[in-house]
């Protein structure tokens, strides 16, 4: 508290004098708040951030037990996933000024006799175009069909009022996860060029189509035989170093030799 001596002190003073005032200020309650601003800043504030990426995959709740590594062939897609780079960075699509990610995709079991010439295809992130889907949206649209002509019914059962959010939500958690249902299951390979960005798109692409049923895995010795032979059958490279490490590499290399120059 501030506290004012207007006492002025003993003794006589001549006429006219200026009257002086004595304050003092109690900075005690001030230094209590300051403490408990820090403490609760402190207690509120995340002072690191996680750098991990948390994917929400569907669950096996509603399939049993035995048949939850069993997939028919009919039913299967497995997607390779792929970045392509300039020098260390991502390449940049000039029109789109997108990301460029290739998928590479096989339906049923690899052919690894090469007796089709759709032993492996090639497609891309595009979405919707004209209100269409075009690349590998639909591709899987086309193998989600029956789940997708019940989803869209009933988001317009939605969009007229029929039913409400929460009706609709779990009508369609339902609908994806009808055994009735021709439904696809999908494998999703990332590459080892592959970004964040090229896998995030992969699984939006599972929860616009609906897919119920997928799982992350790494490419196998099958997928690479898969490539090499596209790539020889197509003049491309797709199997090359991988550009983040050789990146790496590359840099330290620069700094040593920077260092020696530095030193001689």
């Not at 949206?137 to 989803?151: A, D, F, P, S, T």
């Not at 997928?223 to 199997?239: A, F, K, P, S």
Request: proline share 3%; glycine share 6%.
């Amino acid at each position: 508290m501030a506290q004012i001596d207007t006492s002025g002190g003993g003794g006589k003073k001549k006429k006219g004098a200026q009257k002086k005032m004595a304050i003092h200020v109690d900075f005690t309650p001030m230094v209590d708040m300051n403490m408990l601003l820090i403490t609760f800043f402190m207690l509120c504030t995340t002072m690191i951030k996680s750098q991990t990426l948390q994917i929400v995959l569907p669950t096996n709740e509603d399939v049993k037990k035995e048949q939850q590594s069993q997939a028919k062939q009919s039913e299967a897609i497995t997607l390779i996933l792929d970045t392509e780079y300039n020098g260390d960075k991502p390449a940049v699509d000039a029109n789109t000024g997108k990301t460029v990610h290739n998928i590479y995709y096989y339906e049923g079991i690899a052919d690894t006799t090469f007796s089709t010439p759709n032993y492996l295809r090639k497609e891309e992130f595009i979405g919707n175009q004209n209100r269409e889907a075009q690349g590998i949206r639909k591709i899987l649209r086309g193998k989600n069909m029956q789940v997708m002509e019940e989803y869209e019914k009933l988001k317009t059962q939605w969009k007229n009022k029929e039913i409400t959010k929460d009706e609709f939500d779990a009508a369609a958690k339902k609908n994806a996860a009808d055994s009735l249902k021709t439904r696809p299951v999908v494998v999703i390979k990332p590459g080892p060029n592959t970004t964040y960005e090229g896998l995030i798109n992969a699984i939006d692409e599972m929860n616009i189509n609906q897919i119920s049923r997928y799982s992350i895995e790494l490419p196998t010795h099958t997928d690479t035989v898969l490539l090499r032979r596209y790539e020889q059958d197509h003049g491309q490279t797709i199997i090359r170093p991988t550009v983040r490490a050789k990146a790496r590499t590359t840099a330290a290399a620069a700094a040593t030799d920077a260092e020696a120059s530095t030193n001689s």
